[in-house]
């Protein structure tokens, strides 16, 4: 029978990983440049640090590992005749695999504490894991790579990572929308026409402004229940346009009667005159739709999204006012961003856009064409890796053809030849693979040639 994996899961390939890496060292290279430090936490976590804090929905999507030895030997013949696979698991399984990187998080700097330095900004690329139904674009085990500062609530961190966004994207070549909001605007606006049950409904309707028109988002609104005189209150916010400056004017204007609302609106305006006389590569716009995670975020929320393909939110994130209040510790501030790397993976590879660098794989293969040739090879060999260029030899003396044709299948751009009048000579014959050129070398010069 032919193996195989579990759904959700997946291989990836020597030229995938290349591209991943790719991926994960800009990212990290961004992170550090700003002054994050990594940290990594277990793939297990105790369930209790895991259960309940996901809703009930993502308790039931938490992978839970059953305890090793004798799992069964603590229960009663009523439990296991119960068949209750549910109460049955609590009992014989204490650890989960982590389903996000912020709740290992909270944990760590509960644990951590006394020995963290506050602000603490760290940085994690871990992979993370959810019993999910497998879909397209939808994986059970993917990575996160996050960056999160805790112990501050100053509104500069905001404008920093907005900062960290726009390095990123500019160094993938990728155009994207940064898009901000505000927790607080959105409750403020709410309160205002006194709905406050219902901001989520409103901001899905505002969404489909573009698609559907006005009048449909009105009816939309009726129809989820707000009455005439909160969707009349409503207009100015539905049809916001104008620059951010202009838009927060208008917003301030709606949101005169709440103190909440206010103080997004001027939350916002800080980020945003921050950010802008940075001189972004990318565009920055208030978007007053964007509700992501509202039981969780307190104030900015990020969304960034790609211009030039087709795809979901490929990164986002925000500030939290609570983070570690689950673990007995409250008050801690933090805000933070996570990129998605499967998302940015996919828009890389439809725009095209690795750098040659990028493909992995040696840079330089010696034909093996002898016994003695061959041991010349092997010091040029070493030479070479001395310069950090990745390089190989051919195991053994075969046909020409065949040598040639492994080359081809590794992509590899140069191939190096000594045969016995380059021997005698100690020069090296170096192929170009893609232009077809040979050029005849002395072997002491063949590191810079390659370079």
């Known amino acids: 029978m032919k193996p195989s994996i579990p759904k959700g899961t997946r291989d990836f390939t020597p030229v995938e990983m290349a591209r991943r890496n790719y991926i994960f060292d800009t990212i990290r290279g961004v992170f550090r440049l700003f002054g994050y430090r990594q940290i990594e936490t277990p793939s297990m976590e105790n369930l209790s640090t895991l259960m309940g804090k996901y809703g009930e929905e993502g308790d039931k999507l938490l992978f839970k590992i059953q305890n090793s030895g004798d799992y069964m030997s603590g229960l009663t013949v009523e439990e296991l005749l119960s068949r209750n696979s549910l109460k049955l698991a609590s009992k014989f399984c204490e650890k989960g695999l982590r389903y996000d990187l912020t709740v290992p998080f909270a944990r760590f700097v509960v644990m951590h504490r006394e020995e963290l330095q506050f602000p603490f900004k760290r940085f994690q690329i871990q992979p993370v894991w959810r019993a999910d139904r497998p879909q397209k674009g939808r994986y059970r085990e993917f990575y996160q790579c996050d960056a999160d500062v805790v112990g501050s609530d100053s509104l500069l961190y905001e404008i920093e990572l907005i900062q960290m966004i726009d390095t990123v994207f500019s160094r993938f070549g990728v155009r994207v929308a940064i898009k901000l ?5 959105l409750a403020g606006i709410a309160e205002s026409i006194g ?15 573009d698609k559907i028109g006005l009048d449909g988002v009105n009816a939309e609104l009726a129809e989820k229940g707000l009455p005439q005189d909160a969707i009349d209150k409503l207009q100015p916010i539905i049809k916001l346009t104008g620059s951010n400056s202009e838009k927060l004017d208008t917003i301030a204007g709606v949101l005169a009667g709440s103190e909440t609302g206010l103080k997004g609106v001027e939350e916002c305006r800080f980020i945003l005159d921050g950010a802008t006389k940075l001189g972004l590569k990318n565009q920055l716009e208030l978007d007053l739709t964007l509700a992501r995670g509202l039981n969780y975020y307190t104030g900015a929320i ?10 979901g939110s490929i990164s986002g994130g925000g500030r939290y006012d609570n983070l570690t209040g689950i673990f007995g510790l409250p008050g801690v501030s933090g805000v933070g961003i996570s990129f998605g790397a499967d998302r ?20 330089v293969l010696f034909l093996n064409l002898g016994d003695d040739e061959a041991q010349f090879c092997l010091k040029l060999l070493a030479e070479l890796r001395a310069h950090d260029i990745p390089a190989e030899i051919y195991p053994d003396n075969a046909k020409m053809k065949k040598q040639m044709s492994y080359a081809n299948a ?6 190096a030849i000594v045969g016995s009048n380059e021997l005698a000579e100690g020069k090296v014959t170096l192929k170009n693979m893609e232009t077809g050129e040979q050029s005849l070398i002395n072997a002491n010069e063949l590191a810079a040639a390659i370079k």
């Open 195 to 209: 709905q406050s049950d219902k901001i989520v409904d409103i901001t899905v309707a505002i969404d489909k402004l």
């Open 344 to 363: 940015i993976y996919d828009v890389l590879n439809q725009l095209d856009l690795y750098p040659k660098e990028a493909q992995g794989g040696v840079k």
């Open 181 to 185: 909001n505000n927790r607080k605007i």
């Open 410 to 415: 590794g992509a590899v751009p140069y191939v």
């Open 302 to 311: 990020f969304e960034v999204k790609a211009l030039d393909v087709e795809i």
